[in-house]
């Protein structure tokens, strides 16, 4: 078992190379280009292909391309770059391509600031794109993740077709974790019956997302929404003491991790507080958290206006169909929440003397 | 509908499901001979199976209906950057890019332009017809100053829409292409001319030569508002004068042909290639969570002081993590990293009250003394005026770190001073010998500064022992 000291934007290339990654393209960007340094190092000490690109709209057409051709391929990027890429991840989904996308959240909106904050959820999670698509989203917490969901994201693209986004935050990429090596690479997907190879076998297959035909069109749109329903069963999340837990801190990333050490400060002054953490965003893990939350109160921890708490409440009304008060304790323009301001705040929502 | 036999075409027009024999395009249009001259030379050359055409947003955008090879539809503008990632990943496929005037030189210019200069290994065909045609005849980078189009209604005043875009001569300012032509499809003699050239640049695809730009100039007897003679008149009279024929360069005769990548490491074989193996960290629950805060200016070695420390916290299969301030402060303004070491997972990473400060200037004392715990400790460099008093039950002890580091004749070794400190002082509960052998590992790329830094730590350790543990 091989261990790494490693920033987690490193630790997304070893998981992209460990999942058969053939090509990165990307440009660079803070608080993400360290992923692209990794990147135009590894990928050609192990034969892969590394291209700097010349914007980030060429960085996703280029996605768009080698997937069509059947390659794994990825970019990462930030929330500016991420913007430039949404008319590839279109078009992407729209012709059904898999590919991974890594998106290192930095403030906002516009020009922002480097700091770490997570107001790019919607962008991400809900698509910034034109037409009716999802995007699978994982969000990691640790060095150890972002190299593990990094793999993951590539094995459910190409599982279900379509992109699929990694999306963490500054401090998470910044961040040095000891990371454990996978135990072995990903084996390659199947990818014949579709891609266009430039060999004999694949010559009539097509990559395209033009119907001009309306009803074809619909019916397009009703398969992706079928293959968005069947991903459903890809949740996954984290509870940290909610067994006996009044309180329910919700967060995802690393928001998640600063609930986690105000969970256990407040334990240990004596409050009953839990930790529920979505791993998947899309699909949401919402019968997992709906559970958690039973008969409990809950509050959100994140880095922005609480576009992740308005869509836990989302789901709770919808699936469970149930409306939940959820507090919230947050910061914006890249300022990390602190472990006192949680504590605070989970006092105060609580009326804990 | 009696069947025929074609190669490297399909027979029938397929759109909708409504199979037919004429084409989408218009009478008179120049696109159609295009499609003929490129699946001539496809078969031709024997590169049918090979050949994936990516195809653009424009008239061109239903190519796949007309050629039997592989198809892939781009975005408008993107078929240079969707060609580029093709070729990278299927380095035996021939890839076209066939690409309209506005789809190319308006939208997707740079990206052209970029994979140009790369000298990807691609055909780009441009159909230059002066005009906007699926869109419905606006003005195009191409179109002829005067001409009345749907967006320049008086004409196309240069003055305020700027003058037609020549990209042959722009692309021949560029080292990488290896052959870059215009040719035209208004007569006869100009389409034989015109199917040598796109020959010659699937030649150049079939053999990896490189990239090969092709500018075909095409009639557009809809968006012109004239007949099909009229148009092709057009292309003869005023757009040949604004935009000669010609063979700007043929390089095919030097360019190297691409070789495959010889063996390459797997990432398996690739990353656990480390001499050095630290196990996981293990669960201990006895071990007290200790936080450190490390601080200065860049330059003064604070980061990988703190990362020093994490490692030798790893040895001892602690759980650890260590995070640094990014951005436009970390090159000349303050540094500082947080360090956590633990016996079970950690959650923040951020340290906020620190159980040991490690400070290198004023700044940084004044900023963060005030959060340390109770019972911690803080080791602060001799030149910092100790202004602020530090809150009460903290420790604080003074460290020569800079001057020492002067004196011994390596200023930028304060930050080993600093380490030596963190061992004699005993604050971290770290063994010595993972402390050390962290540093010295930190020098694995300058093995000259071991043995340097052994005599630092000696030194320092002296005079922590004369003057700080007497």
């Known amino acids: ?353 | 509908m009696k069947t025929i036999q074609t190669v490297g075409m399909y027979p029938v027009f397929n759109r909708s499901g409504k199979e037919t024999r004429a084409t989408h395009y218009c009478a008179g249009c120049g696109h159609g001979i295009i499609h003929k001259l490129i699946t001539e030379a496809m078969v031709d050359l024997g590169i049918q199976d090979r050949t994936i055409i990516v195809n653009p947003i424009g008239c061109s955008v239903f190519g796949y209906y007309y050629w039997d090879c592989g198809n892939v539809g781009a975005a408008h503008g993107r078929a240079s950057a969707v060609g580029t990632a093709i070729n990278r990943v299927k380095k035996d496929a021939v890839v076209i890019s066939y690409q309209g005037d506005g789809d190319l030189a308006a939208i997707g210019f740079n990206h052209t332009f970029q994979a140009a200069n790369r000298g990807e290994h691609m055909a780009v065909f441009f159909v230059n017809n002066a005009i906007y045609g699926m869109t419905g005849g606006q003005m195009a980078p191409t179109s002829l100053v005067g001409m009345k189009t749907k967006t320049s209604p008086f004409g196309r005043d240069p003055l305020t829409m700027g003058y037609p875009t020549h990209v042959c001569e722009i692309f021949n300012q560029l080292k990488a292409p290896v052959f870059i032509a215009r040719v035209s499809v208004a007569d006869t003699k100009r389409i034989m001319q015109a199917k040598a050239a796109i020959r010659k640049a699937l030649e150049i695809q079939r053999d990896k030569k490189g990239y090969a730009f092709v500018e075909l100039i095409s009639p557009c007897p809809t968006n012109l508002g004239v007949n099909a003679l009229k148009a092709a008149q057009f292309c003869i009279d005023q757009m040949e004068k604004e935009y000669p024929l010609g063979t700007f360069r043929d390089e095919t005769a030097n360019a190297e042909v691409r070789q495959p990548v010889k063996g390459k490491p797997s990432p398996k074989e690739f990353f656990e290639d480390d001499s050095h193996q630290v196990p996981p960290a293990v669960i201990d629950p006895a071990a007290k969570e200790l936080r450190l805060k490390f601080t200065g200016f860049g330059g003064q070695g604070i980061l990988s002081l703190g990362i020093c420390v994490a490692e030798a916290a790893r040895e001892e299969r602690r759980f650890t993590s260590w995070y640094p301030s990014y951005g436009p402060e970390q090159r000349g303004g303050s540094a500082q990293c947080s360090v956590v070491i633990s016996g079970s997972p950690i959650g923040s990473p951020a340290v906020d009250h620190p159980d040991v400060l490690v400070c290198m200037n004023q700044p940084s004392y004044e900023r963060y003394i005030g959060d340390v715990v109770p019972g911690g400790v803080a080791i602060v460099d001799s030149t910092v005026p100790l202004e602020v008093a530090p809150p009460e039950g903290v420790t604080v002890h003074r460290m020569p770190a800079i001057d020492l580091s002067l004196q011994l004749g390596v200023p930028k070794a304060a930050n080993t001073m600093m380490l030596a400190a963190l061992m004699k002082l005993g604050v971290t509960g770290l063994q010595r010998e993972h402390l050390l052998n962290a540093l010295y590992a930190s020098f694995k790329k300058k093995p000259e500064l071991v043995e340097k830094n052994r005599v630092l730590v000696q030194e320092a350790e002296k005079w922590i022992e004369e003057n700080l543990l007497k």
């Open chain 1, 1 to 353: 078992m091989t261990t790494k000291f490693i920033k987690g934007n490193e630790a997304v290339i070893i998981g992209a190379l460990y999942a058969g990654c053939d090509a990165y393209f990307g440009y660079p960007i803070t608080p993400a280009s360290e992923i692209a340094h990794a990147a135009a190092k590894w990928f050609p000490s192990v034969g892969r292909e590394f291209l700097q690109a010349e914007c980030e709209t060429a960085s996703l057409n280029m996605l768009y391309g080698a997937a069509a051709a059947g390659a794994l391929a990825m970019t990462a990027t930030s929330g500016p770059g991420m913007s430039l890429m949404q008319e590839a991840i279109s078009y992407m989904a729209g012709a059904n391509l898999p590919g991974v996308i890594v998106t290192v959240m930095r403030a906002g909106p516009g020009l922002g600031n480097v700091y770490p904050e997570q107001g790019d959820y919607n962008q991400a999670v809900k698509g910034g794109g034109h037409g009716n698509y999802q995007c699978i989203c994982l969000a990691p917490n640790s060095a150890q993740e972002m190299c593990d969901l990094t793999m993951k994201a590539f094995e459910l693209s190409f599982k279900y077709l379509t992109p699929a986004i990694v999306l963490c935050d500054g401090l998470l990429g910044q961040m040095m974790e000891t990371l454990t090596l996978p135990e072995r690479e990903m084996p390659r997907p199947e990818t014949s019956s579709w891609a266009v190879h430039g060999n004999a076998e694949t010559r009539p297959n097509l990559i395209t997302s033009i119907f001009l035909d309306a009803p074809a069109q619909e019916e397009h749109n009703i398969q992706l929404q079928a293959k968005y329903e069947r991903m459903k069963v890809e949740v996954a999340s984290e509870e940290y003491l909610t067994e006996d837990a009044d309180l329910v801190l919700l967060g995802y990333g690393i928001s998640s991790r600063i609930a986690r050490t105000a969970a256990e400060v407040l334990r240990s002054q004596g409050y009953k507080v839990g930790v529920f953490r979505p791993i998947s965003l899309n699909p949401f893990p919402i019968d997992a958290m709906a559970k958690a939350l039973e008969g409990r109160r809950a509050m959100a921890i994140e880095l922005s206006s609480g576009q992740f708490r308005d869509d836990a409440l989302m789901h709770l009304s919808r699936d469970a169909k149930r409306y939940q008060e959820i507090g919230l304790c947050n910061h914006m323009g890249g300022i990390v929440v602190s472990v006192d301001e949680v504590v605070a705040a989970a006092k105060k929502y609580m009326n804990w003397a």
